[in-house]
């Protein structure tokens, strides 16, 4: 139960991250063209490719005391970020980027920057029409980027497990414990939480299935 909820926690305080994050490199990708854009690409969606023990590894690397997290952690007295609950929240924020990045990148393709255009006539600025016109239309985009950027985060093994060990009630989560059970042949443990792990990756989908057929009916 403990794996559960910290697993919940990390998914939740990433998803958020996620989205802050991920609102204005979205739109920058979807409406500027700039030198070295397909670099930006590339970049966030490397995780999509990328072995994730590879980016486990690295990410190791670059939260321990030797890697610019050892001197973010030393701001407040410790050594490291690897290990910790923060350095969870780095990885999954790494990690699920380009499932949070891409959906918000298409949704405001499809909006196109005429709504902003025409609020400009009424003297909007960008911010009060993206908050009253861009945000509202985005809905659907920002429903399946937040979904599938909570689901992958619930899912996550290599990288956690690389940067996070098994740390009970500071790194273990539930795909740490699964994994912890089985070796302990506890198939019991193992079978309780991978069919919590199962409805939930189920009715997310369902989710993210049924914002997209309301949004072709209305289209329709």
Excluded: C
């Amino acid at each position: 139960m403990d794996a559960l909820l910290l697993t919940l926690k990390l998914a939740l305080i990433s998803t958020v991250i996620l989205l802050i994050i991920s609102t204005p490199i979205a739109w920058l990708l979807a409406h500027k063209q700039f030198k070295g854009k397909a670099l930006v690409e590339a970049l966030i969606a490397l995780p999509l490719v990328l072995p994730p023990t590879v980016l486990g590894f690295y990410l190791l690397i670059a939260l321990g005391p030797d890697g610019p997290g050892g001197w973010i952690a030393g701001l407040w007295g410790d050594r490291t970020l690897a290990f910790t609950f923060s350095g969870l929240v780095i990885g999954s924020v790494i990690y699920s980027l380009p499932f949070v990045v891409q959906p918000l990148q298409n949704g405001f393709i499809l909006i196109g920057l005429r709504p902003l255009q025409v609020a400009a006539t009424l003297r909007a600025s960008f911010f009060d029409g993206f908050r009253h016109i861009i945000l509202p239309l985005a809905k659907p985009a920002y429903i399946t980027a937040a979904t599938l950027g909570f689901a992958h985060t619930l899912g996550e093994f290599g990288v956690v497990l690389m940067i996070g060990g098994n740390i009970p009630n500071e790194t273990q989560v539930v795909s740490i414990a699964i994994f912890e059970h089985v070796e302990t042949m506890n198939y019991s443990g193992a079978h309780w939480l991978s069919g919590i792990l199962l409805i939930l990756s189920f009715t997310l989908l369902a989710v993210i299935y049924r914002n997209r057929n309301n949004k072709d009916s209305q289209l329709l």
